[in-house]
């Protein structure tokens, strides 16, 4: 991926998320300073999957350029909890968040995935997220019968996916992550054999544990353009980035075999999604577990995070469309 390219994908979400958020009410110099921190995490995320971007920004600063890069989700951090929320507290839990796992990451530096200090990393970067309790970091003032939700989801998801970057791909440099965005012809019928295998397993056997019902809706599809955005960079690519490129890498070194690398992960991948109403979701649980096989089966044999993040956003948009 180019840069012209990634600036143009830039600036076309940024512009729709500017335009869906004075919809939903917002407005004025806290709503402003929302959004810039997190179009610099957008942009962070989306311009480092550019390797030319990579490559010469790491080059401009010289020897310092992957530590000054890997500051950025720190200093997003604190510009957001001293400027938004104006909270001292926050600004010090966010700092910690954002500086452990790169502490960490560190540490293995030139080491083959899958060391202590990895899994210590992709746990503190998970967990938090997981069990929502970074979202108190992005409080927001929503307008009268506003939802916070959105943004500050997003704002969560950015910064983990940042920090992950920052610690993983610009520090540790692990091997295998396949961040970059290059694009193969055989990725494409990679990625639409594995989906359309994926649909054959998982709508008949969701429907018969009563987990899908199959209810197009008019209204979900006219809101395609946006989910279908969010869904991709805000769910997909970052969690094939955490579950695939990382834990799964970390994972198959570990032990020594891929394909057992891929079924741990897989089922860890599903046990994530456990907390999901009505909890315990086993059902869910079992779905995403087959879901991440198929995921991490097209990571493994494509090298690269975007065939399976595709994946992986075909099967959530089309269960947003078509199924309750």
């Given amino acids: 991926m180019s840069f012209p390219v990634a600036a143009i994908l830039w600036a076309v979400v940024v512009v729709m998320a500017a335009f869906y958020g004075v ?10 300073l929302g959004l810039g921190v ?26 310092l ?66 069990f929502r309790w970074m979202y108190r970091l992005f409080v927001f003032p929503a307008p009268h019968g506003a ?44 990625a639409t054999s594995h989906f359309a295998l994926f649909a054959l397993i998982a709508i008949p056997l969701g429907v018969k544990m009563h987990f899908l019902a199959f209810e197009p809706s008019a209204a979900r599809l006219r809101s395609l353009p946006l989910s279908a955005i969010g869904i991709l960079f805000f769910t997909a690519w970052p969690e094939e980035f955490l579950f695939r490129g990382l834990l799964q890498n970390a994972l198959s070194k570990t032990f020594k075999n891929p394909y057992a690398g ?28 087959i879901a ?12 690269s995070l975007l065939p399976s993040a595709l994946v992986h956003a075909l099967v959530d948009i089309s269960w947003h469309i078509l199924f309750r």
């Avoid at 610099?40 to 995320?45: D, G, K, N, Q």
């Avoid at 950025?72 to 510009?79: I, K, R």
């Avoid at 520090?171 to 990679?190: F, Q, T």
């Fill in 292 to 303: 991440g096989l198929f995921y991490g089966h097209v990571w493994m044999k494509s090298g």
């Fill in 38 to 63: 997190a179009a610099a995490l957008f942009a962070f995320e989306l311009f480092l999957a550019s390797p030319p971007v990579l490559e010469r920004a790491t080059r401009h600063f010289g020897e």
């Fill in 262 to 289: 891929l079924i741990v992960a897989s089922v860890v991948f599903g046990l994530s999604h456990i907390l999901h109403a009505p909890y315990p979701n086993w059902k869910y649980v079992a779905l995403a577990t």
């Fill in 65 to 130: 350029g992957a530590p000054l890069l890997a500051l950025f989700p720190l200093l997003a951090v604190v510009a957001y909890s001293l400027g938004v929320t104006r909270n001292l507290t926050f600004a010090m839990i966010g700092a910690a968040y954002a500086v452990l796992p790169i502490l960490l990451a560190a540490i293995s530096r030139g080491k083959p995935a899958g060391t202590a200090a990895d899994y210590a990393a992709i746990l503190i970067l998970w967990l938090p997220v997981e």
């Fill in 23 to 32: 919809a939903m009410g917002y407005s004025g110099p806290v709503f402003a």
């Fill in 147 to 190: 939802s916070i939700w959105p943004l500050t989801h997003t704002l969560t998801i950015l910064l983990a996916l940042c920090i992950g970057v920052a610690a993983f791909v610009l520090i540790r440099r692990m091997d295998g992550i396949g961040y970059a965005v290059e694009w193969r012809h055989s990725d494409a019928l990679l």
